[in-house]
């Protein structure tokens, strides 16, 4: 089964400009799916139509299991988000903070504590949200998409602006979320590194198109698959008789020698050869 699937999306903006084009995803019930793009690829633009924050063009979307143009708000009963950048309250506390959405979820006061404890935010008393650090704005962000104990969690960049430690933080809370309550986690970022580290499986978007989509694995098969290393040289006749002589598969092409990627060893034994021949 899955969370979330988007068939189709596009979008343009009102001069005309184009956003997505024919966008389709899936993520998997119970998987941590990292959405991975530049900025400018149309990841929030993706997330903002899957979430009805802005109106849907073309296609078509299912979030857990239901058509979303039809059961709108008894998805987003089971949807936590965030959004861009936290929307917190500077004057009050984390705990009047969640005050406010508790009374808008009508869930129980026990539940304010609960999700202050998963995120980090337990001991922060009457401290205001004005002078939290961005990474603590974000971690109380978090908490109000938890309050109401969603079963999809949907975070864009959520580690956008923070320092080494505040992204670290953020990674563990969504890991324990993941594999301690199984909550599905749909995460944006333009950063491999990070997702890498957390993601069971990918969406990679650039330009408004998906390109991939699978698991992390699947992924990294597809990466050493196509990896490649070209040689930049003026001597490239004399550089493909010795990949001939030596069994070795390339392309020429003017100025230029590639050849696939095997180990680094043999890159490395390949690159001092040519060095020292040429």
């Not at 956003?19 to 389709?24: A, E, P």
């Not at 998963?118 to 961005?134: E, H």
């Not at 933080?169 to 970022?189: H, K, M, W, Y």
Request: cysteine-free; glycine content about 8%.
């Amino acid at each position: 089964m899955f969370s979330i699937e988007a068939s189709n999306l596009a979008y343009r903006f009102g001069n005309g400009q184009p956003v997505l084009n024919n966008v389709t995803l899936q993520v998997p019930q119970g998987a941590v799916y990292g959405f991975l793009g530049p900025n400018g690829a149309g990841k929030t633009t993706t997330l903002k139509l899957i979430l009805g924050l802005i109106r849907k063009q073309q296609g078509m979307v299912k979030v857990l299991g239901k058509d979303f143009s039809q059961n709108r708000i008894d998805i987003l009963n089971k949807v936590g988000s965030l959004i861009e950048s936290p929307s917190v309250y500077a004057h009050l506390s984390a705990t009047d903070n969640l005050k406010v959405f508790q009374n808008v979820y009508k869930v129980p006061q026990s539940r304010i504590a609960a999700v202050l404890d998963i995120v980090g935010l337990g001991s922060t008393g009457n401290k205001k949200a004005g002078q939290f650090s961005l990474g603590m704005k974000q971690r109380l962000a978090i908490a109000i998409a938890l309050l109401h104990n969603p079963s999809l969690l949907i975070l864009d960049e959520p580690t956008n602006g923070l320092d080494p430690n505040g992204i670290v933080e953020i990674r563990e809370i969504l890991r324990r979320l993941n594999q301690d309550q199984g909550i599905t986690v749909l995460i944006s970022s333009h950063l491999l590194s990070e997702i890498d580290k957390v993601a069971t499986h990918i969406g990679l978007i650039h330009r408004g198109a998906l390109l991939f989509e699978g698991t992390m694995s699947e992924l990294k098969a597809k990466r050493a698959n196509n990896a490649a290393v070209i040689y930049k040289t003026s001597h490239t006749d004399k550089v493909a008789e010795i990949f001939t002589s030596r069994g070795i598969s390339f392309e020429k092409n003017d100025g230029s020698v590639k050849v696939a990627f095997r180990q680094k060893e043999v890159t490395a034994q390949l690159t001092r050869m040519l060095v020292g021949r040429y």
